[in-house]
């Protein structure tokens, strides 16, 4: 049967208009970029006070034991602080799309919405292509905006002592306008295989979040000083990511085949 974009849309739609009826879904979506801002501006106004402390010398040497002698260990932590945190901001494309595309496949199943849909003419990629859609927007549009206010607060915060805007970065604009969209269909990708094979979007949702372990494990890695963070290292990251979104959405496309969700959940 030929692809209707009429039809993708027409799911998305729906899905969408129901994300807005989901007050404890839309407050959910709304902490994790709160603390993914906040943070990080936090860490950085941490240095920015108390940019001669000797402690700050001392950890810096950690990362860098060339670091010269006059150079500036609040400012080399500041970079640090910044690049490194990318990893961690990463997190969040991934997660909203989970929060999402659990809700639009599993908790359709709960709410006894899905035989309606299922009784439709939709292909199984006008399926997958609108509830994509209905996660993905919502998810990349979050973290524009989330970045954003991201880049004010650090510029804001970071002013008195380098007084120059250092957001945004090469590192983040790439980052954020090209790998994290990757992120984010990855997300969906993972949240809509397992919601289509169990029964409670919870269920889902937890499953699908253990995704971004890994995710965090590195971060971890890059604090502990066991990784070296850096554009490459990301762009690598992004590559592996979207060999992945291709063999995910083929998944989708085929476990979320029509007559195959009528014979089991209609």
């Not at 998305?12 to 902490?31: E, P």
């Not at 240095?47 to 400012?75: C, E, Q």
């Amino acid at each position: 049967m030929a692809f209707r974009p009429r039809r993708a849309l027409a799911v998305f739609w729906k899905d969408f208009l129901d994300l807005r009826k989901n007050v404890g879904l839309l407050v959910s979506m709304a902490v994790l970029p709160t603390i993914m801002v906040l943070v990080p501006i936090g860490v950085v106004w941490s240095y920015v006070r108390t940019p001669n402390h000797a402690d700050l010398r001392s950890v810096a040497l950690f990362y860098d034991s060339s670091l010269p002698l006059g150079a500036s260990a609040a400012r080399f932590l500041i970079d640090k602080t910044l690049v490194d945190w990318f990893g961690m901001f990463l997190v969040m494309p991934v997660f909203v799309p989970i929060l999402i595309a659990s809700q639009s496949v599993a908790g359709e199943k709960e709410r006894r919405t899905l035989e309606p849909l299922l009784s439709s003419p939709v292909t199984a990629a006008e399926l997958v292509t609108g509830k994509s859609l209905a996660a993905l927007v919502p998810a990349v549009a979050i973290t524009w905006v989330a970045f954003i206010f991201f880049c004010i607060g650090v510029d804001i915060v970071a002013w008195p002592l380098v007084q120059m805007p250092l957001m945004p970065d090469a590192l983040w604009t790439f980052g954020i306008f090209v790998i994290a969209p990757l992120f984010a269909f990855f997300g969906n990708g993972v949240a809509v295989l397992i919601s289509a094979r169990v029964s409670e979007a919870r269920m889902a949702q937890q499953l699908s979040a253990l995704v971004v372990l890994p995710l965090v494990g590195m971060v971890g890695g890059q604090v502990a000083g066991f990784l070296k963070a850096g554009l490459g290292y990301y762009a690598l990251q992004g590559g592996v990511v979207l060999v992945l979104d291709a063999v995910l959405l083929w998944a989708s496309i085929r476990l979320l085949d029509r007559e195959r969700l009528v014979s089991r959940w209609g």
